[in-house]
């Protein structure tokens, strides 16, 4: 199983990024995927999408900013978020939903 996380970087307040996972090693189509990120002292369930993309949950704090979808023919899972703000700051995870496989993360970091 392999899990690459893309796309973090440096972003002013209120702009955009959008976080690609690619996955390998396994049916990616038949599992659902979240997105974690952790600070400091802090790791937080951000958002998960289930095996078809028809069923999304979010954060509370990201509701409404960040979407999670993904591409079963490209075995991809994004995160396109929106109107960042310095606390949305942290390296970003993917995971297969209720397992102990993750990438190795990406960093997002949001400052004037």
């Known amino acids: 199983v392999q899990l690459v996380e893309s796309g973090g970087g440096l972003v002013q307040p209120g702009g955009s990024l959008r976080l690609s996972c690619a996955a390998s090693?396994?049916?990616?189509?038949?599992?659902?995927m979240s997105w974690y990120r952790q600070a400091p002292e802090k790791r937080e369930l951000v958002a998960s999408i289930?095996?078809?993309?028809?069923?999304?949950d979010y954060a509370d704090s990201v509701k409404g900013r960040f979407t999670i979808s993904r591409d079963n023919a490209k075995n991809t899972v994004y995160l396109q978020m929106n109107s960042l703000k310095p606390e949305d700051t942290a390296v970003y995870y993917c995971?297969?939903?209720?397992?102990?496989?993750w990438g190795q993360g990406t960093q997002v970091t949001v400052s004037s």
């Open positions: 995971n297969i939903k209720w397992t102990a496989y």
């Open positions: 289930n095996s078809a993309g028809g069923s999304t």
């Open positions: 090693g396994f049916t990616f189509s038949s599992r659902a």
